[in-house]
Nanobody, 119 residues
Framework: QVQLVESGGGLVQAGGSLRLSCAASGRIFIDNVMGWFRQVPGKQRELVATQTSSGIVNYGDSVKGRFTISRDSSKNMVYLQMNSLKPEDTAVYFC?????????????WGQGTQVTVSS
């Protein structure tokens, strides 16, 4: 099992910045992907950013150039630096870890942290 705890959400004005943090604990195997997704009511959860244990990064189209994902694998931490925030970035942001043992992937989610961007 893996437990995830997010922090750093809040209210910010458009154009501002926030940094989200996610602390992961439990059985995270060497082959893993850590990242962030977001969701607004009535819509599907969407990709924000992910980073594999080998360093490969993937961003959602709407955040490219504004958000930066990073991780400290020694501490099982993943971060999301969000700059130039827009009202449409308002959502609940979820930390996600996928980890593989043998051929089986397991998928874990945090409880979510609210990010609200005012215009």
């Amino acid at each position: 099992q893996v437990q995830l705890v997010e922090s750093g959400g809040g209210l910010v004005q458009a154009g501002g910045s926030l940094r989200l943090s996610c602390a992961a604990s439990g059985r995270i195997f060497i082959d893993n992907v850590m990242g962030w997704f977001r969701q607004v009511p009535g819509k599907q959860r969407e990709l924000v950013a992910t980073q594999t244990s080998s360093g490969i990064v993937n961003y959602g189209d709407s955040v490219k150039g504004r958000f930066t994902i990073s991780r400290d694998s020694s501490k099982n931490m993943v971060y999301l630096q969000m700059n130039s925030l827009k009202p449409e970035d308002t959502a609940v942001y979820f930390c996600n870890v996928k980890t593989r043992q043998f051929a089986v992937w397991s998928d874990y989610w945090g409880q979510g942290t609210q990010v609200t961007v005012s215009s």
